[in-house]
């Protein structure tokens, strides 16, 4: 039974969450932001990856190592 209430109330969760703006993009933290992003990530996850890679170079320059 509890586990029926649950999933109810992911469903609204998700229902009542689903926000965009006067320009139909979705408001950061609403459902379809987060739909939107588990999109975009397979296409963006290489670049993602050489940002920090780069980063953590920089780091290591920074600290002298």
Do not use: C, H, W
Not at 55 to 65: F, M, T
């Amino acid at each position: 039974m509890q586990k029926t209430q649950s999933i109810k109330a992911q469903r609204f969760s998700i229902s009542v969450n689903q926000m965009m703006d006067e320009n139909g993009i979705p408001v950061l933290f609403s459902t379809n932001m987060f739909m939107l992003a588990k999109e975009l990530k397979p296409l963006i996850d290489s670049e993602l990856t050489g940002m920090k890679k780069a980063n953590e170079e920089r780091l290591l320059r920074y600290r002298g190592k």
